[in-house]
């Protein structure tokens, strides 16, 4: 059984920085695709980056757009989200999810349908 356990959380002021961290655990599998999504409280649950298997191609929501960073170590099997300048509006659960279907090393996605595994999520609390 495939788990992913994400970490880094936690309260923080506006301004500051987080390191977000999501590692794959139990069956060995190449992620193709990473994810990390939001769900803010009485919000759906949204898209905030995505990362190709060859970690060229990154795509982002608008607004966190020049401050957050994704990135990933495929030997680690883990993907990393950096949260820099914060603000009150990005206070969320954030997700990590993993796309195990064939894709060619390019590809990304923004669709929560296409991504197979799902992490428990991480709290962020950014005070204002």
């Known amino acids: 059984q495939v788990q992913l356990v994400e970490s880094g959380g936690g309260l923080v002021q506006a301004g500051g920085s987080l390191r977000l961290s999501c590692a794959a655990s139990?069956?060995?599998?190449?992620?193709?695709?990473m994810g990390w999504f939001r769900q803010a409280p009485g919000k759906e649950r949204e898209f905030v980056a995505t990362i190709s298997l060859n970690g060229v191609n990154t795509y982002y929501v608008d607004s966190v757009k020049g401050r957050f960073t994704i990135s990933r170590d495929n030997a680690k099997n883990t993907v990393y989200l950096q949260l820099n300048s914060l603000k009150p509006e990005d206070t969320a659960v954030y997700y990590c999810?993993?796309?195990?279907?064939?894709?060619?090393?390019?590809?990304?996605?923004?669709?929560?349908?296409?991504?197979?595994?799902w992490g428990q999520g991480t709290h962020v609390t950014v005070s204002s």
């Open positions: 139990g069956r060995t599998f190449s992620p193709f695709v």
């Open positions: 999810a993993f796309d195990v279907t064939y894709h060619n090393s390019l590809y990304i996605s923004t669709a929560p349908s296409e991504y197979d595994y």
